[in-house]
C-alpha cells in the first residue's frame, strides 16, 4: 500500500500541534502545508465560485499546493456556519480537476456520537489505534496552548523591541523546537525556557503605549496573509496589540455561557460562530479603555456582519473608535494602508488630547 | 394593541400561520406592503453594505412599520433543528434589528422555536398566546385552527403546481428561497418575464416538505441548512418534468454560494442558469438573460427531439 501522506491546509503556525498529532497519534506521515502567499490565494480564486467566502479559496488553495507537495490524504473540518459545507464542494472540485486524493471529510460525522466520530476519524488511516491517540492528544491540546501563550505575549511587546527582529528570531526557533517534542515534559521545559528568553528580550515600551484590540472572524483573524499582516503593521507602529480570538479560547475553552451573559445588553439570543466572541471582545477592550479595535472579516461573512450594528453601539456607548476591514481576494494593499494609518493617527490624536 | 408583520424573510413561510393565529385571537395586525424600491433604499441605507439583499429588503420592512405599531413580531430560530441549521442571518435578525433601531424606540415581539423542546412550534406558539395575555386553551385553538390553515393552503399550492406541470409548454424549475422568489419586487418580475416567454416556472419552494427532505442527500449528503435542502430535495421530484433549473439568489448569499456551485458541478442532465440578483438590474438586461436562456433550453429540447 502507498504511504499515508495527510495534511490540512494551513493556519498561522497551528501545523506544529498537528503534525504532532498526525504522525504521533493517526500514525501518518504528515506533509507540512506550504505558508499561505499570493500563490495559494491566486490558485484558490481561480477554481471557487466567485462570492465564496476567502477562508474557502484559501483552504483550496492550500490543499492544491499540499497535494503538490506531496500528499495523498487531505482532511477537512465540519464546524459552524458555511464551514461545515466546505468540505464537500471542496472535495468536489478536487476531483473535477482530477486529482485522485483520500478527501476526508470530517462534517460527515459532525453531531454523531463519539465512535461514530472515530470511525470517521480512521479514514485518514484505517490503521490507526485510540490509545496513540489517547496518548499523544493532551500533549497536542497542550502545545496548542503554549503556542498561544507565546504568541499572546508577543503580539503585547514586539512593537518596542529595541534590536528589530529579535522576537521574531525566538520565535522561529521555539516553532522549530517544538517539532522535536514528543512528551510532556519536553513540551513544558521548552516552553518554560523559551518564555524566559521571550521575556529576556530587551524592549523599549512606553509607560502608557497605544492599545489597539483585535477581534473578527475565525480565520481572517488567526492566518496573518489574509489579513495584511495587520498584526505585524500595528506593532510596526508601536502598538500592543490584544487578540483574544485563538484555538485555545475558541476549540479548547471556550466559555459560551458566560460570553451570552456578559453580551446580554446587546444580544439577547445566542448566535454562532465566532460573532459572540467578537461582541464580548469589544466589550470587554471598550471597558478596559483601550485606545480602539479593529475588526477583521472575510467579505460576505453573515455572523461579524450582523455583529457590526452591535458593535457600531458599543463604541456609540464606550466612545472607543473601531475600524471595520473587509478582505477579499481583491483588496488593495493601498486602500488597506490608508485607511490603517489614518485610525494610527486618529488614536494617537484622541490619545494626546486625554493626557 | 396592533402587530406589525414584516413583509419580508420568513413571512413568506408563516403567512398563513401567523394571521391565522392573530385572527383567531382577535389581534390587531398590520402588514408592511409589498417590497418597493423605497423599501429597499431604506433598507439598505440601513444595514451593513456587505448584507445579503433578502435581510436588506427586511429592514426596509421594518423601518416601515416603526411608528405604525405597538409591537413587531420577529420570530427568532436556534441553530440546529432535526431538519438541519438554519442560515446564522434568523439567528441574529432579532438583535440585529433591534440594535439599529434602538434609538427609535421599537418594541419586539418574538417567539422562540428551540428545538429542545418537543412540539417546538406549539411550545413557541403557546408562549406568544402568553405574552399577548391569552388563556392557554385559547392561544391552543388559535395556534391548532391556523395550523389548518397552514396546512391547506400548502396543500393547495402542491396540486396547482401538479397542474402547471401538466402543461404543453416549456418549464423551468426556479430555486430560491422563498422570500426571494416570491418578494413583488425582485422575484415576481422574473416569474413574469417567464410566464410572458411562454414558459411556467415551477417553484422548488412548494414540493411536499417532506419528501424534499428525504431527498436532498441523493444530490448533497452534508448540506446543513434547512432551506437548502428542501430546494435541493425537490430536484429529483421535479426534475424530469421540467426542461431547465434557474438558481435564484440574492446577493452575496452565503448558503447559495456554496450550494449553486454544486449543482452545477452535480446537475450535467439540464440547462442550468445561476442568477444573482442585487436589486440593481433593470427589466431588460433580466429579460435579455432569461431569453437567452430559453433560447438554449430551446434548442436543447429540439436537439433532443430530433435525435428521438
Ligand atoms: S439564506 Fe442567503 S438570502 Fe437567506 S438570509 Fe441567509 S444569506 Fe440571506
Known amino acids: ?355 | 394593541m396592533i402587530i406589525g408583520i414584516p413583509r419580508a424573510l420568513l413571512y413568506h413561510k408563516y403567512k398563513h400561520l401567523w394571521k391565522s393565529f392573530f385572527k383567531e385571537l382577535g389581534i390587531d395586525y398590520i402588514l408592511s406592503p409589498d417590497t418597493n424600491k423605497e423599501i429597499l433604499r431604506k433598507g439598505s441605507a440601513y444595514s451593513i453594505d456587505e448584507s445579503c439583499l433578502s435581510s436588506k429588503i427586511y429592514l426596509g420592512h421594518v423601518e416601515w412599520l416603526l411608528d405604525k405599531c405597538d409591537y413587531i413580531l420577529i420570530p427568532r430560530f436556534s441553530d440546529y433543528s432535526r431538519n438541519g441549521t438554519v442560515c446564522p442571518k434568523f439567528l441574529a435578525i432579532y438583535d440585529v434589528v433591534a440594535n439599529i433601531f434602538r434609538d427609535r424606540s421599537i418594541n419586539l415581539l418574538s417567539y422562540s422555536i428551540n428545538p429542545k423542546v418537543t412540539h417546538v412550534e406549539m411550545a413557541a406558539f403557546l408562549k406568544l398566546g402568553k405574552i399577548l395575555n391569552k388563556k392557554k386553551s385559547q392561544s391552543l385553538y388559535a395556534y391548532l385552527n391556523a395550523k389548518q390553515v397552514e396546512k391547506k393552503a400548502h396543500l393547495l399550492e402542491i396540486t396547482e403546481q401538479e397542474r402547471l406541470l401538466q402543461e404543453n409548454k416549456l418549464k423551468i424549475l426556479v430555486l430560491a428561497h422563498r422570500y426571494n422568489i416570491f418578494d413583488k419586487y425582485i422575484g415576481e418580475p422574473i416569474l413574469n418575464i417567464l410566464r410572458e416567454q411562454e414558459t411556467v416556472p415551477i417553484i422548488g419552494d412548494i414540493a411536499p416538505q417532506k419528501e424534499a427532505i428525504a431527498n436532498y442527500a441523493q444530490i448533497s449528503e452534508t448540506l446543513p441548512w434547512v432551506c437548502n435542502r428542501e430546494l435541493v430535495g425537490s430536484i429529483p421530484i421535479y426534475k424530469d418534468r421540467v426542461d431547465g433549473i434557474i438558481l435564484m439568489s440574492a446577493f452575496p448569499c452565503g448558503p447559495d454560494s456554496l450550494v449553486n456551485e454544486i449543482l452545477i458541478r452535480r446537475i450535467k442532465d439540464k440547462p442550468i442558469l445561476n442568477l444573482m440578483i442585487d436589486g440593481q438590474e433593470g427589466k431588460a438586461g433580466m429579460e435579455t438573460r432569461l431569453e437567452s436562456f430559453i433560447d438554449i433550453i430551446r434548442f436543447k429540447k429540439d436537439e433532443q427531439n430530433g435525435r428521438n
Open chain 1, 1 to 355: 500500500m502507498e504511504e499515508i501522506k495527510a495534511s490540512y491546509p494551513q493556519l498561522g503556525n497551528y501545523c506544529t500541534p498537528l503534525e504532532l498529532l498526525f504522525t504521533e497519534g493517526f500514525d501518518v506521515k504528515y506533509i507540512v502545508p506550504p505558508p499561505i502567499t499570493k500563490k495559494t490565494l491566486a490558485l484558490g480564486s481561480r477554481y471557487s465560485p466567485d462570492y465564496v467566502c476567502a477562508p474557502f479559496k484559501y483552504h483550496l488553495g492550500n490543499f492544491i499546493e499540499t497535494i503538490e507537495a506531496g500528499a495523498n490524504t487531505l482532511v477537512q473540518t465540519g464546524g459552524v456556519c458555511r464551514l461545515q459545507y466546505y468540505g464537500e464542494l471542496h472535495e468536489q472540485i478536487l476531483q473535477d480537476l482530477g486529482y485522485r486524493v483520500n478527501f476526508v471529510n470530517m462534517s460527515k460525522v459532525q453531531d454523531t456520537n463519539p465512535l461514530t466520530f472515530y470511525n470517521g476519524l480512521k479514514e485518514i488511516n484505517p490503521q490507526m489505534s485510540l490509545q496513540k491517540i489517547g496518548k499523544i492528544l493532551p500533549i497536542v491540546l497542550k502545545m496548542f496552548e503554549y503556542i498561544d501563550e507565546a504568541e499572546n505575549f508577543i503580539r503585547k511587546n514586539i512593537g518596542f523591541e529595541s534590536n528589530k527582529g529579535a522576537f521574531e528570531k525566538v520565535h522561529a526557533d521555539f516553532l522549530g523546537d517544538l517539532r522535536r517534542v514528543r512528551k510532556k515534559k519536553e513540551l513544558k521545559n521548552t516552553y518554560r525556557d523559551y518564555m524566559k528568553l521571550f521575556k529576556g528580550i530587551e524592549i523599549n515600551k512606553p509607560a502608557d503605549p497605544l492599545k489597539v484590540g483585535i477581534i473578527g472572524e475565525y480565520y481572517t483573524i488567526m492566518e496573518p496573509f489574509s489579513n495584511h499582516y495587520l498584526e505585524k503593521e500595528l506593532a510596526q507602529m508601536g502598538i500592543v496589540v490584544d487578540r483574544w480570538m485563538n484555538v485555545t479560547n475558541t476549540l479548547i475553552h471556550y466559555p459560551k455561557k458566560q460570553i451570552q451573559k456578559r453580551i446580554k445588553n446587546y444580544a439577547e439570543y445566542p448566535w454562532v460562530a465566532t460573532s459572540m466572541a467578537t461582541i464580548d471582545r469589544a466589550l470587554e477592550f471598550a471597558r478596559k479603555g483601550y485606545d480602539g479595535i479593529i475588526h477583521v472579516k472575510s467579505f460576505g461573512c453573515t455572523p461579524e456582519i450582523d455583529a457590526m450594528p452591535i458593535l457600531q453601539n458599543i463604541s456609540k456607548d464606550y466612545k472607543i473608535p473601531i475600524l471595520y476591514f473587509t478582505f477579499d481576494t481583491q483588496t488593495s494593499e493601498t486602500g488597506f494602508n490608508t485607511r490603517l494609518e489614518a485610525f494610527y493617527d486618529m488614536i494617537i490624536m484622541r490619545k494626546e488630547t486625554k493626557k
